[in-house]
């Protein structure tokens, strides 16, 4: 596609259970991105992937939170035993380099936990 | 630590006006910045960037941003705001593989 996708637009769940959040990056771009934006906040840097390095996870608030990238591309965010405070948008960027290049940013998945 | 400090949450300015939007910052000699909007219902989308230069960068929309090296700050300006620049904006720095986003700045624009 010409942008970054995300799937779902939105998602409900109920505490405790599980959930995945799908991002599209544009192809051929080597970098992808996972934000939280909650509300009133700015975006809080979650996990980043560059080419076939090791993932820097540095940002990710609890290991309730994981994130795969597969064949370099579409990226899976996995949120286990969701909570209350998990309730954000959650957004995927990618980028033709790494760090310091443009980002390009999908349209979020707004995830609630009841 | 590294930080990127948006010091104004709102901002509210009258259509045709001026603006300026304050980002400053904690990295060393050598950050690239970012200025990117999101508007209601859209994604976030850079309006201009910085990597080395001149330390005036112009944007879309009419926006430019000045590097202040010495004042560690790289504000957003633009001479006369139109309604449809109500948005979120962010600035964000980083340095290698460091980058930070700011809380963002919510510009009203009144009629």
């Known amino acids: 596609g010409a942008g970054v996708s995300q799937s779902p637009s939105n998602k409900v769940t109920e505490k405790g259970k599980d959930v995945e959040l799908r991002c599209d990056p544009i192809?051929?771009?080597?970098?992808l991105y996972w934000y939280r934006q909650s509300l009133g906040q700015g975006l809080e840097f979650l996990i980043y992937?560059?080419?076939?390095?090791?993932?820097?996870k540095s940002g990710l608030p609890s290991d309730r939170f994981s994130a795969e990238r597969t064949g370099g591309s579409v990226s899976t965010l996995t949120i286990q035993r969701t909570q209350q405070e998990d309730s954000a948008v959650y957004l995927c960027?990618?980028?033709?380099?790494?760090?310091?290049?443009?980002?390009?940013f999908g349209p979020g998945t707004r995830l609630t936990v009841l | 630590a590294q930080s990127v400090t948006q010091p104004d949450i709102h901002i509210t300015v009258s259509e045709g006006a001026s603006l300026e939007l304050r980002c400053n910052y904690s990295?060393?000699?050598?950050?690239?910045l970012f200025w990117y909007v999101q508007s209601p219902g859209q994604g976030l989308q850079l309006l201009l960037k910085?990597?080395?230069?001149?330390?005036l960068v112009q944007g879309i929309k009419g926006f430019e941003a000045e590097f202040k090296r010495s004042q560690s700050s790289f504000n957003l300006r633009k001479p006369s705001v139109h309604w449809s620049d109500a948005a979120e904006y962010f600035c964000?720095?980083?340095?290698?593989?460091?980058?930070?986003f700011g809380a963002g700045t919510r510009l009203t624009v009144k009629p």
């Open positions: 960027a990618s980028s033709f380099l790494g760090l310091g290049d443009e980002q390009f």
């Open positions: 192809s051929g771009h080597t970098a």
């Open positions: 992937f560059q080419g076939n390095s090791a993932p820097d």
């Open positions: 990295y060393g000699a050598t950050p690239y």
């Open positions: 910085y990597f080395s230069g001149d330390t």
């Open positions: 964000a720095v980083g340095e290698g593989n460091d980058m930070r």
